[in-house]
């Protein structure tokens, strides 16, 4: 069964401070995984999308790792601001890119 | 920029109703999409549609219908809603895999929190 599991569930970090989050994956065949970004009330943003033969993407303060080899992925958040405060979800994609299997996010909070 | 609309941000329906949730995109996307999503279980697609017409069952499409008339817009049906029905619904769109390849990203509009009382 394909499945994302994200860790950790929750976090809260001070303002500046650099946090990463983790993502470990079993969604077979790979096409590609992405990072969204969810703020309360709103519909996820994605951060970055990253295929097979990427193992690193940067999108300002946000940084993606992906080891394909041992099915991990992490995001890297950089100098954190109060605005970073949200879900992030982590999706892997199979399929061709038609067939989305995502984890259950971590809640980021960032406090002052 | 892309923009994906829903109809309504809150919505509260009584058991057996029957409920539509309206979603339009911009961007003319060939691909929409209906997800709910519930605490702990993350997003799960319910229906997909890669073209005007067609319509593709998700991972929990039971107790759902589609329709595609026209390529901006995507509607869910709820034909008689039930309480486990009580969610937040989540529309996107995204360029065709086929066409564009696989990287495409999903668009996503903001979401109707739905109640069935």
């Known amino acids: 069964k394909n499945q994302v599991e994200q860790s950790p569930q929750s976090l809260i970090i001070l303002e500046g401070k650099n946090c990463t989050l983790q993502?470990?994956?079993?969604?077979?065949?790979?096409?590609?995984l992405r990072w969204y970004k969810q703020d309360t009330g709103r519909g996820p943003v994605s951060l970055t999308i990253?295929?097979?033969?990427?193992n690193t993407k940067s999108n300002g303060r946000y940084t993606a790792t992906l080891d394909a080899d041992t099915k991990q992925s992490s995001l890297h958040i950089t100098a954190s601001q109060l605005s970073d405060s949200a879900s992030y979800i982590c999706v892997v994609t199979t399929g061709g890119g038609n067939k989305l299997t995502f984890g259950t996010g971590t809640q980021l909070k960032v406090e002052l | 920029d892309v923009k994906v609309t829903q109809s309504s941000r809150y919505l509260v329906k009584r058991t057996g109703e029957k409920v539509f949730l309206e979603c339009v995109q911009d961007m003319d996307h060939e691909n929409m999409f209906w997800y709910r999503q519930d605490p702990g279980l993350g997003l799960r697609l319910i229906y997909f549609?890669?073209?005007?017409?067609?319509?593709e069952k998700g991972d929990i499409p039971e107790g759902y219908s589609v329709s595609r008339e026209k390529k901006e817009r995507f509607s869910l049906i709820l034909e008689s809603a039930s309480t486990n029905q009580t969610s937040m619904y989540l529309c996107a769109s995204s360029w065709s895999h086929a066409k564009w390849g696989g990287n495409q990203p999903q668009h996503f509009g903001d979401g109707t929190r739905l109640s069935i009382l």
């Open positions: 990253m295929t097979f033969s990427e």
């Open positions: 993502c470990n994956y079993t969604v077979s065949p790979f096409s590609n």
């Open positions: 549609s890669y073209d005007v017409k067609m319509k």
